[in-house]
T-cell receptor, first 112, second 116 residues
Framework: DAKTTQPPSMDCAEGRAANLPCNHS???????VYWYRQIHSQGPQYIIH???NNETNEMASLIITEDRKSSTLILPHATLRDTAVYYC?????????????FGGGTRLMVKP | DVKVTQSSRYLVKRTGEKVFLECVQD?????MFWYRQDPGLGLRLIYF???????EKGDIPEGYSVSREKKERFSLILESASTNQTSMYLC???????????????FGEGSRLTVL
C-alpha cells in the first residue's frame, strides 16, 4: 500500500469548515483512499472513501486531486464533537487479504 | 446501524492469568478482526477471521489466540497474560471481503486491558 503523510495536528473554529489534507504521492491506479476518525476512548469510525472522483456523504466530502497524489477531507461545519484523530489510508480495494494500516493521523481540535 | 460490542471496556488482570476478550457483531458480517492500539504505534492487526472456524494471523499474533465458533462472535485469548500485553484492544467487522467496501470496517468501542 502507498504511504500517506498527514499533519500531526490542526485546529478549527466551531462552525467553520475543517479541511484535512493527506499526501499519497506514491498511490497506484487501483488504490482507494479511505478516511477514518477516532474520538478519544472509542474505536475508529469509517467516514468515506474514494478512487478518483470527489465523494460526499452525510459526514464529509472527499476531494481527490486529478493526479491522485493528495486528497482533502472536508467537514463542512465542524462541531466540538468532531474533535478526533483523523486517519487517511490508501489501500488496494480488491484484495481481501490486504488489511488497513492506520498511521499517526491528524489530531483535529475544534475550538469554540 | 452495525453494532460491534466488546464484552468489557476495562479489565485488570495479573501476569500469567488467562484472559478472554469477547466481541459480538449483529450484522451478519463474515469477516472479523482483532487489533491492539498503543501510543506511537498506531493500530496493529493481531488476528482476523474470514468466516466461522477460520482464522489468519495478522502482524503481531505472538502471545494470542482466537476462536470463531459462531459467525457473530470472535474471541481473543491471552493464554498467559504479560505486562507487555497491556493495551487497548479493538474488535472490528466488515461486510465485504473484496471490492471498495472491503476497506469499510466497523469497530467496537475497545477494551482497555491492564496486566499487573
Amino acid at each position: 500500500d502507498a504511504k500517506t503523510t498527514q499533519p500531526p495536528s490542526m485546529d478549527c473554529a466551531e462552525g467553520r469548515a475543517a479541511n484535512l489534507p493527506c499526501n499519497h504521492s506514491t498511490i497506484s491506479g487501483n488504490e482507494y483512499v479511505y478516511w477514518y476518525r477516532q474520538i478519544h476512548s472509542q474505536g475508529p469510525q469509517y467516514i468515506i472513501h474514494g478512487l478518483k472522483n470527489n465523494e460526499t456523504n452525510e459526514m464529509a466530502s472527499l476531494i481527490i486531486t486529478e493526479d491522485r497524489k493528495s486528497s482533502t477531507l472536508i467537514l463542512p461545519h465542524a462541531t466540538l464533537r468532531d474533535t478526533a484523530v483523523y486517519y487517511c489510508i490508501v489501500r488496494v480495494a480488491g484484495n481481501a487479504g490486504n488489511m488497513l494500516t492506520f498511521g499517526g493521523g491528524t489530531r483535529l481540535m475544534v475550538k469554540p | 446501524d452495525v453494532k460491534v460490542t466488546q464484552s468489557s471496556r476495562y479489565l485488570v488482570k495479573r501476569t500469567g492469568e488467562k484472559v478472554f476478550l469477547e466481541c459480538v457483531q449483529d450484522m451478519d458480517h463474515e469477516n472479523m478482526f482483532w487489533y491492539r492500539q498503543d501510543p506511537g504505534l498506531g493500530l496493529r492487526l493481531i488476528y482476523f477471521s474470514y468466516d466461522v472456524k477460520m482464522k489468519e494471523k495478522g502482524d503481531i499474533p505472538e502471545g494470542y489466540s482466537v476462536s470463531r465458533e459462531k459467525k457473530e462472535r470472535f474471541s481473543l485469548i491471552l493464554e498467559s497474560a504479560s505486562t507487555n500485553q497491556t493495551s487497548m484492544y479493538l474488535c472490528a467487522s466488515r461486510l465485504k471481503r473484496e471490492g471498495p467496501r472491503s476497506g469499510e470496517l466497523f469497530f467496537g468501542e475497545g477494551s482497555r486491558l491492564t496486566v499487573l
